[in-house]
């Protein structure tokens, strides 16, 4: 369904060191770093698509989060759900919903809420039974 996804960034190094280790406890590898643009890139396993990216808007104007936008990434269970959260608030994330089951969603959907430290909305799940 999507090619990419792209947040936009005031503060390119502040968001590098907030996304690195978030991503890297949901095991999202990345894909490039060009600090010089600045952008970054993950990608998806096995597929390099959907590549999720963040950097300076294009239009070189200062970056807004949007109201009522998010990003929700796909975790494999329920642990790394509370693992990335626990890394997003120990790196300057901000909590929207702590780890927990949202049964108005479905009845094994398993998520947690944060904002990254420009703002955006960011959301981890995992939508199947707890083992």
Do not use: T
Not at 76 to 99: I, L, Q, T
């Amino acid at each position: 369904m999507f090619s990419h996804i792209f947040v936009g960034v005031s503060d390119f190094q502040c968001a590098l060191a907030f996304y690195q280790p978030v991503l890297g406890a949901l095991g999202i590898e990345a894909r490039f770093l060009d600090a010089s643009r600045p952008w970054a890139g993950w990608q998806s396993q096995p597929d390099p698509r959907p590549l999720f990216l963040i950097g300076r808007p294009y239009d070189q104007q200062p970056h807004h989060p949007g109201n009522g936008q998010m990003v929700a990434f796909l975790a494999a269970d329920r642990a790394a759900v509370r693992d990335a959260y626990a890394v997003a608030m120990a790196n300057g994330g901000v909590s929207e919903g702590a780890p927990g089951l949202r049964p108005e969603y479905h009845e094994h959907y398993y998520g947690a809420y944060f904002r990254d430290p420009d703002g955006n909305k960011l959301c981890v799940a995992c939508h199947v039974a707890e083992s």
